[in-house]
């Protein structure tokens, strides 16, 4: 579904930084923690409650873990968040960059002193045994997938029995035509380098059956922290209120409903590219 026709002309480090010298681009960036600085970037990311809502979930769901696999690392905010955690981690990135890739996450680790192993892999391949880890991590990764069916499996396959996988914010389109390209459209940084994507929810269902993991839930846009990142739930509650319908019902009716009402309108819209988080479970046989 990635556009392999079109060419680019940037790759995904350039792109971020041109991104970063653009001034209209500022809350953007710093609200992706992608800015140049690549230590408070995971510092924020380890406070905030996006990653307050994944520690929960694991307590919740696999009480004992300790080893996980933070794949994609990106520049480094999960691995740094797991490892100031105590978590054992280990973390896949196939970029090499200084800004957003294993040299981001390197750096990261010895600013903070911190430690977890950095390996060299696409998802679809990973080097690694069978039943290695506790948890594997993936934030807003299943949607770069060049084959999600072997991404999870293999993830299903380096869980250890009882293990989760946690995908968390995984763009969905309705379609792979007009919907997954009105989603591409607005993605700034896909005009670079191309490398945005979104999978329709019933192949991320499939792709987790298909695997041998069981779903165990299944997150929506608007259901939990995890989805809302940048907004939290507080600040969409007041852009609910803020907004003309909003401002206009608020003269009538209680807050409460005005912020029922506002989700139920946010719900029913169906955004292309709208985030969903999955939290599956590898069978004890």
């Known amino acids: 579904m990635i556009e392999k026709d ?23 960036i710093y609200q992706a923690y992608l800015t140049s600085d690549l230590v408070e970037n995971a510092r924020r990311f380890a406070g905030s409650q996006e990653f307050s809502e994944v520690l929960k ?41 200084a800004s957003v890739g294993r040299g981001a996450i390197t750096h990261v680790l010895s600013e903070t002193g911190s430690t977890a192993k950095i390996v060299e892999a696409f998802g679809e391949n990973l080097p690694f045994t069978d039943n290695s880890f506790d948890i594997v991590y993936v934030r807003q990764g299943l949607h770069h997938a060049h084959n999600l069916d072997e991404m999870v499996c293999e993830y299903a396959r380096v869980l250890r029995p009882g293990g989760l996988l946690l995908a968390c914010r995984e ?17 700034i940084d896909h005009q670079y380098y191309g490398g945005e994507n979104a999978f329709m929810l019933v192949d991320y269902r499939n792709a987790i059956f298909k695997s041998g993991l069981q779903l165990k839930q299944e997150i929506e846009p608007y259901d939990s922290p995890i989805n809302l990142h940048p907004n939290t739930p507080e600040l969409l509650r007041k ?30 819209a169906k955004l292309a590219g709208r985030l969903y988080s999955f939290v599956a479970h590898k069978p004890v046989k």
């Open 6 to 28: 079109r060419q680019f002309t940037h790759t995904w480090e350039e792109a971020i930084n041109l991104l970063r010298a653009t001034p209209e681009y500022q809350d953007l």
């Open 57 to 97: 979930l694991i307590k919740t769901n696999r009480p004992n873990a300790r080893a996980v696999l933070d794949c994609p690392g990106g520049n480094g905010i999960a691995t740094y968040a797991f490892a100031s955690n105590g978590f054992d981690v280990t973390t896949v990135e196939p970029d090499s960059s």
């Open 171 to 187: 763009h969905v389109v309705d379609n792979y035509e007009n919907s997954l390209q009105d989603f591409l459209s607005k993605q």
């Open 239 to 268: 852009k609910i209120e803020e907004s003309p319908q909003g401002i206009l019902l608020m003269k009538f009716l209680p807050r409460m409903w005005v912020h029922r009402l506002g989700l139920w309108r946010l719900r029913r």
